[in-house]
């Protein structure tokens, strides 16, 4: 389990080992019609998927408790909010001094405005995705909150220009 996030943060996740669940094509088109929108129904869902709400629900319970619907969640529009400049930031810690990964993890936790922590394999050690109000807002964030994190390195910033969602692999 990986290390406990201040109050009021999101935890830093990491993925256990896990059990894949078998799928049929009901269960993926359930899954695609959750994942364009999942505050539909089970009535709803059936009655698109040619199923009873009793059966939707079902089918919905054991995604869930098999794991391939891990949570929900709402997804915010950054930019409507005032945070009109997203940066995904590549992270190599220093190898002087030797931090942990876990006190890493903790200090990037607490930052409000990294809305991600990914630990990777390659050219950097994180990828995080930042937002901001402004270029200006990024700056003072990177100089004063990014910069001052235990065992930082090197940083490599790429400023979002647009993106688009894709639907996944179902």
Known sequence: MGPQAPEG?????????????????????????????????????????GLSQPAAWRRLKRLRDGG??????????????????????????????????????????????VQTVQHVLGLYDYRLRVVARDLADFERILRRRIMTLPGIGAVDANVLLSEERLAGPL
Request: proline share 3%.
């Open 68 to 113: 391939a619907i891990a949570r929900q969640r709402l997804d915010l529009d950054v930019a409507a909010l005032g945070f009109g400049v997203t940066v995904f930031l590549g992270i190599s810690l220093a190898s002087k001094g030797r931090v942990s990964l876990a006190d890493f993890e903790r200090a990037v936790s607490a930052i409000p405005e």
């Open 9 to 49: 943060q999101r935890p830093f996740t990491q993925h256990p080992h896990i059990t894949m669940i078998e799928l049929d094509d009901t269960d993926r088109a359930l899954l695609r019609a959750m994942a364009q929108d999942s505050t539909q129904s089970a009535g709803a869902l059936g009655r698109k998927l």
